[in-house]
């Protein structure tokens, strides 16, 4: 006789937390989409971050990566990168913000490049950041006919992560969880012709320390040799989010050209910085970027950054 697999046990405390998380997002609901979003980035800002001291971490990365970077403009991007993370939230919960992404004009040099695969059926490798909006940018690709598979990192709070990957089940599937399954299942995407994007502007304890605002931060490799072994352009792509607070301009780049997975990362990094510093208060800095840029797991990277770049033996 088989025994049947007992349900997950998630404790009260963080039942209650996950609880507390969409609460807001849930009442919010009632309100309309152009009140709702700004207030969604103003509860964010202005309460929840500073109570999880978000706004303390946004200011300690700029000071890191930007020493030079004034007070007071430190203090300012603190609560436009949490107001901006608020409002990427709610959009993801709100079902207009599909219709109000339809109208948001796409543009850049890699617009030919997109069109011609997708007329020939070849795969796509879009790659970009936590930079504007994530949900924007895969909702226009979809508008051109790009059915995106994304890989994304579940949320640390289990009852709010369901909630999550529902919301971001309605924009587009398939959806790949971080991991060796979901590596597997996007790579058999790739292989069929499909499209996938990826987010590679996490700190990766498998990866190399790379530069990215002159500073060592470790990088996955991974994305540019999915992108080599398939035979795969690899196209940035981000949606950055007008002045207004709710618009958005769509911006494809050429692809970064095909040469080594550490020099076509380095290329991501530089672009990924370029289009940070054109507009600082878009970007997550709340992420733990630098966390592991020294010490053992750097040094276990950059080894193995050598052992690539033929300067030892492995």
Same mark, same amino acid.
């Given at each position: 006789?088989?025994?049947?697999?007992?349900?997950? @046990?998630?404790?009260? %405390?963080?039942? !209650?937390?996950?609880? $507390?998380?969409?609460?807001? *997002?849930?009442?919010? =609901?009632?309100?309309?989409?152009?009140?709702?979003?700004?207030?969604a980035?103003w509860?964010?800002?202005?309460?929840?971050?500073?109570?999880?001291?978000?706004?303390?971490?946004v200011?300690e990365?700029?000071?890191?990566?930007?020493?030079d970077?004034?007070?007071?403009?430190?203090?300012?991007?603190?609560?436009?990168?949490?107001?901006?993370?608020?409002?990427?939230?709610?959009?993801l919960?709100?079902?207009?913000?599909?219709?109000?992404?339809?109208?948001?004009?796409?543009?850049?040099?890699?617009?030919?490049?997109?069109e011609a695969? @997708?007329?020939?059926? %070849?795969?796509? !490798?879009?790659v970009? $950041?936590?930079?504007?909006? *994530?949900?924007?940018? =895969?909702l226009?690709?979809?508008e051109?006919?790009?059915?995106?598979g994304?890989?994304?990192?579940?949320?640390?709070?289990?009852?709010?992560?369901?909630?999550?990957?529902?919301?971001?089940?309605?924009?587009?599937?398939?959806?790949?969880?971080?991991?060796?399954?979901?590596m597997?299942?996007?790579?058999?995407r790739?292989?069929?012709?499909g499209?996938?994007?990826?987010?590679?502007?996490?700190?990766?304890?498998?990866g190399?320390?790379?530069?990215?605002?002159?500073k060592?931060?470790?990088?996955?490799?991974?994305?540019?040799?999915?992108?080599?072994?398939?035979?795969?352009? !690899?196209?940035?792509?981000?949606?950055?989010?007008?002045?207004?607070?709710?618009?958005?301009r769509?911006?494809?780049?050429d692809?970064?050209?095909?040469s080594?997975?550490?020099?076509?990362?380095?290329?991501?990094?530089?672009?990924l910085?370029?289009?940070?510093?054109?507009?600082?208060?878009?970007?997550?800095?709340?992420?733990?970027?630098?966390?592991?840029?020294?010490?053992?797991l750097?040094?276990?990277?950059?080894?193995?950054?050598?052992?690539?770049?033929?300067?030892?033996?492995?």
């Amino acid at each position: 006789m088989k025994h049947q697999s007992q349900p997950e @046990r998630i404790p009260m %405390r963080e039942r !209650l937390i996950g609880a $507390g998380l969409y609460a807001p *997002i849930a009442l919010s =609901r009632a309100l309309p989409y152009r009140w709702r979003i700004p207030m969604a980035g103003w509860l964010t800002s202005r309460v929840l971050a500073p109570l999880a001291g978000y706004n303390k971490r946004v200011r300690e990365n700029l000071a890191y990566a930007c020493p030079d970077l004034p007070k007071a403009e430190a203090d300012r991007l603190s609560f436009e990168v949490t107001n901006n993370a608020g409002r990427n939230m709610m959009e993801l919960y709100s079902p207009e913000f599909r219709d109000h992404v339809r109208r948001m004009p796409v543009e850049g040099p890699g617009l030919p490049l997109i069109e011609a695969a @997708r007329d020939e059926g %070849r795969p796509i !490798l879009f790659v970009t $950041g936590h930079f504007g909006s *994530i949900n924007a940018t =895969r909702l226009a690709m979809i508008e051109m006919g790009f059915p995106m598979g994304v890989f994304y990192r579940p949320m640390a709070n289990r009852p709010f992560n369901t909630h999550y990957v529902q919301a971001m089940a309605r924009i587009s599937e398939p959806l790949f969880e971080q991991g060796r399954r979901g590596m597997l299942q996007m790579v058999k995407r790739l292989r069929s012709g499909g499209c996938v994007g990826i987010l590679s502007d996490l700190n990766a304890h498998d990866g190399v320390p790379l530069e990215f605002f002159g500073k060592p931060a470790l990088t996955s490799l991974a994305t540019a040799e999915m992108a080599l072994k398939y035979n795969t352009p !690899l196209v940035p792509v981000w949606a950055i989010r007008g002045a207004n607070g709710l618009d958005f301009r769509i911006v494809v780049e050429d692809e970064i050209p095909a040469s080594d997975a550490v020099t076509m990362t380095r290329e991501f990094n530089a672009r990924l910085e370029s289009m940070i510093r054109q507009h600082m208060g878009q970007w997550f800095w709340i992420h733990r970027r630098w966390k592991d840029g020294t010490g053992p797991l750097a040094d276990r990277g950059a080894r193995h950054l050598a052992v690539l770049e033929g300067s030892i033996e492995d």
